[in-house]
């Protein structure tokens, strides 16, 4: 670890027991930068709602006093990336959709947790502004600078009550560098808040580049999505955009990778079709298995209606492995130049027929009019661990030299 | 150690599964209160874990008499005798409809007195659990075991200050350094 950078992560989101896949960014950017750190602290803020649905969060005081309680007593540092330190930090919250609320809760409770000491770290990078920035400029020592990076697909819902758009701006005001993972997010918070439209600046989400795939795929057959199960990630439209090309080419298999309250109806979906047997539903599945999922399928197929960045698209590539995705935002930005050689886009539209149009355009000039490798490599030097660590320290360090 | 998970509605099962089996694979004796519910067979606890569970799922409201016997009992009953024959599926269709339109929305109403009852079932069940105080160690694995925790817990703290409580069982900084 190098001796002069002293940094703390703090962030809502980081994978734990029962979700291994959620924030699994932050913990890949842990372990990207961790090599190049004195000491890396990573505080989680997990949410613990408690409470009526509605009530204030010291509705019950008693809950509260016994929690501050707990933490006081319960620092157990746990071993995570990189050989750094994670601090499970349980943060009560209200069982409210006010986004202000989680954001005053995240910043007491790291108060609590570090026993009213401001963290010690000269450096400190938050995830996820409104709860995990708010929290970090609150509990920062006063010649501390702190960073941020903003993911959140929920950006917009959460500008849109106002008081945690007030709380939103105070953080960009307090804040030493503000990152944004992607286009849509830069757009949505440049028009919303245009006196800092030049403090914001891209930082990538680090990608696992180290294991790719031994042969190219022959055929495009072996379809494969990682996604939630959810309405954004439209599995719908990718099952019946599915049966239409499998009326063509019967050998098509679809894997699907992801969790979500949409199972249930998209299994029924899969059998009304008439697709069951050759779809799979996995599951929620552990990000160390994504390469291995990339690396054993012909295509990743995106069909997402909104992403901030698009790291799967990154992964299925850094794997080897060609892609049909949507313009959904961030992926646009990701393949912008290298469209062709990736793989294909496709607008978002609600007919299936423009995914298997796209589809069929593939395949008709794969692998001939593709170059998966060259498309590897470019991304490779935009979103491997090693660019996207020397892209943190080059920020940590400019503030440092002035 | 001797270490209790407190997990009264179990709203982590992955995560309390994983982490009772990690504990009793370092040689812990792993004990853990939780709630009932068909989702364990996806996650099972380990069979070294003891378990006791609450039994708060099966706690319920109690059904008014007029309701039990004149929209339960008898229409539900007129329909599986006429189910029997060749009306099968009408009959069947008709007792669904029933239930969710009738049944339903009273079931609906008492769902409040249900969860207060169950609130106080679970607090009983995990007071009993811990009441020997044959551990050194307790995991309060979810929002609710804080919550519970305010009957009991303050007083134990008082009374054990050396006792050991953590919010998860997952590998430790100082022991990663060490491997």
Known sequence: MNADRHVAVVTPWYPDPQVTYAGAFVKAQVEAVAGGCSDLDVYHLKSWPVGEAGAPLDANPEVLDLHARLLARADAPLATAGGAVLHRVPTLTPRDTAWITHSDASARWLRTFLGGRPLDAPIVHAHVPITGGWAALENAAPDARVYMTEHSSFLADLLDQPAARARYEQVLERADGFFVVGEPLHDLIAATFPRFADKLEYIANPIDFRTARAEAPRSLRRWLSVAALNERKRIDYLLEAFRRCRADDPELTLTLAGDGKLRPALEALAADLGVADAVAFLGSVDPSEVPGLMASHDLFVHTSRHETFGVVVVEALAAGTPVLVSRCGGSDQVLRGIESEAGRLYDVDDDPDVLVAAYLELRERYPEKTDVDAARELLRAKYSYETVAERHFEVWDREGRR | ?179
């Open chain 2, 1 to 179: 150690m001797r270490i209790v998970f407190v997990a009264p509605k179990s709203a982590w099962r992955q995560a309390l599964a994983a982490e009772s089996r990690a504990a009793a694979d370092a040689g812990h004796a792993v004990r853990v209160v939780a709630e009932e519910n068909p989702d364990w067979d996806l996650t099972p606890l380990d069979e070294r874990v003891e378990v006791r569970w609450t039994g708060a799922t099966k706690v319920s409201a109690p059904e008014p008499a007029f309701i039990a016997v004149f929209l339960r009992k008898i229409p539900l009953g007129v329909l599986r005798a006429v189910g029997r024959g060749p009306l099968h599926g009408p009959a069947d269709r008709l007792s669904r409809w029933w239930r969710r339109t009738v049944l339903g929305p009273l079931k609906r109403r008492r769902w409040p007195e249900t969860k207060r009852l169950r609130e106080a079932h679970r607090r009983d069940a995990v007071a009993a659990a811990v009441a020997a105080g044959d551990f050194d160690w307790l995991v309060l694995h979810e929002p609710q075991a804080v919550e519970l925790g305010v009957h009991w817990l303050p007083r134990l703290l008082d009374e054990r200050p050396e006792l050991v409580t953590t919010f998860s069982f997952e590998p430790r900084a100082e022991a990663a350094r060490e491997r």
